[in-house]
């Protein structure tokens, strides 16, 4: 059969028993008994499924709210913890404070990703020549990964200055962002070494083809590909490190929960703890939600083939 007789015949099939062309506008599309059972059964289960969720969240919330307020310490928990007399006193110091704790976030943030790069890459070094590196770098991994964040705050806020070290600062927020920064950059190292491994040694076997060294291929090839694929675990790092930001007021350092602390301390009522945690939950769930849209707009994207 000849291309021509091909389409002649597919055309006498789409055309009408009279042989003319079928005018477009009667050729709707008209779906099946079957499947409007089909679709109107799934719509009805979908009412069905909300509606339960709806009724169950709202017995849930029922319940907790009466085994709650019905607890014999409730009256006196109220006036301890939500106190909105309190929280109106306490929200504008918090405030205050949560600036420092934004500041932390960003300067910690981009000293812990250059950092936990180079150690990463410092990890994956081939040769002989560069096994001390490896060596540290596998060290210093271990070591600040299983060392407590809060250990190790306290180990260089008031370690450091029993030195007494000339030029060596005194700084609490400085001593704690550093503290910060030893203990998430060997997470972060970990994050970006199981990115750079995850790239198929054909691409760096690839470039090297082309004409480029190992630094080029791992700068223009690997890396590029490895960032791209660690980006939601990363953006997860930096939300624990929102959090944990607070930390730097056992130091001293007036950040959110150290405002807090003192007017908490001032009155005996903790309700500016419970402002301060808001506040910072406040900050997480955004992070969070554009975390899950990042990670969801990959994983379609790399379905499409649109990602390496």
């Known amino acids: 059969m000849t291309y021509g007789e091909g389409v002649s015949k597919l055309r006498t099939a789409r055309d009408g028993a009279d042989g003319g062309p079928v005018d477009r506008a009667d050729d709707g599309y008209v779906p099946s008994k079957r499947r409007i059972e089909r679709e109107r059964f799934r719509r009805a289960r979908t009412r069905r499924a909300t509606t339960v969720a709806a009724l169950s969240t709202l017995v849930t919330a029922a319940v907790l ?4 307020t019905r607890s014999p310490g409730w009256p006196r928990t109220r006036e301890t913890f939500f106190s909105a007399e309190y929280a109106a006193k306490a929200l504008p110091k918090v405030l205050e404070g949560l600036l420092l704790n934004l500041r932390l976030l960003v300067v910690c943030g981009a000293a812990v990703l250059v950092l936990g790069l180079l150690l990463a890459v410092a990890r ?11 060596a540290l770098a596998a060290a210093y991994t271990d070591f600040f990964r299983g060392l407590p964040l809060i250990i190790c705050l306290l180990m260089v806020v008031f370690g450091v200055p029993a030195l007494r070290l000339q030029g060596v600062t005194t700084d609490p927020v400085l001593l704690g962002g550093s503290a910060l920064v030893l203990t998430y950059s060997a997470y972060v190292a970990e994050v970006f070494r199981a990115g750079i491994e995850s790239v198929h040694p054909s691409q760096r076997a690839a470039a090297r083809s082309l004409g480029l060294s190992s630094g080029q291929a791992l700068r223009f090839v690997v890396l590029p590909q490895a960032v791209r694929r660690v980006v939601p675990p990363l953006l997860n790092d930096l939300v624990s490190l929102q959090k944990d930001t607070g930390l730097v007021s056992i130091a001293g350092a007036v950040d959110a929960v150290y405002a807090a602390q003192i007017i908490a301390g001032r009155d005996f009522n903790f309700t500016p703890y419970v402002v301060a945690g808001l506040v910072f939950v406040a900050l997480t769930i955004p992070m969070t939600r554009g975390t899950d849209w990042i990670t969801a707009r990959m994983d379609r994207r790399r379905a499409q083939g649109g990602l390496v």
Not at 65 to 68: D, Q, R, S
Not at 124 to 134: E, I, Y
């Open 124 to 134: 994956t070094l081939r040769g002989p020549v560069f096994f001390p590196l490896r």
């Open 65 to 68: 709210y009466l085994v709650i």
